[in-house]
């Protein structure tokens, strides 16, 4: 079984910045890509970021292009996204999601296997 525990949300300032960490665990966990996603009260679940461990290759949604940036830890199976220049529009409950195999519907929901509990991001402005 894979389990995966997202950290380091909290409330910011506007224009501040967080840095969330996406742990996984488990002995079968062998990931193709993880990837993050956010959800604002009152709308959809909606996609922010992924990383391809064997490509290196990371996709970014356009509200977050150029302010956020998706790495991973080689040491350890954890993911991070540092989100800079945050907006008040930024906040959400983000979540970490992991597929073991590539699919062509990564940017949604539907693509990925495991799904972490969620952390939660406030900005004020």
């Known amino acids: 079984q894979v389990q995966l525990v997202e950290s380091g949300g909290g409330l910011v300032q506007a224009g501040g910045s967080l840095r969330l960490s996406c742990a996984a665990s488990?002995?079968?966990?062998?990931?193709?890509?993880t990837g993050w996603f956010r959800q604002a009260p009152g709308k959809e679940r909606e996609f922010v970021a992924h990383?391809?461990?064997?490509?290196?290759?990371?996709v970014y949604a356009d509200p977050v292009k150029g302010r956020f940036t998706i790495s991973k830890d080689h040491a350890s199976n954890t993911v991070v996204l540092q989100m800079d220049s945050l907006k008040p529009e930024d906040t959400a409950v983000y979540y970490c999601?992991?597929?073991?195999?590539?699919?062509?519907?990564?940017?949604?929901?539907?693509?990925?296997?495991?799904w972490g509990q969620g952390t939660r991001v406030t900005v004020s402005s």
């Open positions: 999601a992991a597929s073991n195999v590539y699919r062509s519907n990564l940017h949604t929901q539907l693509g990925y296997d495991y």
């Open positions: 488990g002995r079968t966990f062998d990931p193709y890509v």
């Open positions: 990383f391809s461990w064997r490509s290196g290759i990371e």
